[in-house]
């Protein structure tokens, strides 16, 4: 993959998620929710966890899950199952899944108009690398970039 091919992918990834958080903007208006309460809230679609779990799955610190586990529990979208004395799993009440099923009708809206540009062996290729989309670990990405950036030359105007 030569310079050109890797800024038009990096560009177009760009877009793509411009396109998803204006999406996620409108949910958030329309519900009173943050961004990471709707991150919480997907995952939580997805399966039960534990603070631990969504802190290390989302990159969210554990003070923050906290914080957003009792605001999602005060509007009654959450509720805590007790493992033992000291941990719990969260998981969405019916009012939390009615409302993940609104949001997985704006997925499916996205997801939709995003086949009409690919062909079906296409989808199922990019539907097969979601798990490895997953396990990219954006942090290391992160430090990777902050020392390339450090270690380079400044740019000037």
Known sequence: MNDSDIMALYFNLFRLKNIIENEEKILMKQYCLSKNEILVLTSLSLSPSTMKDLS???RIDKSSITKIAKRLEAKALIQRDGLNKRGFKLHLTE???????EVRKIYRRIASGLAGFFKKE????LSSLKDKLYRIDIESISIKTEEMIS???KYEN
């Not at 009012?95 to 099923?101: E, L, V, W």
């Open 122 to 125: 296409e989808i199922e290729a």
């Open 151 to 153: 270690g380079g030359e």
């Open 56 to 58: 290390l799955t989302l």
């Open 95 to 101: 009012k939390g899944t009615a409302f993940m099923n």
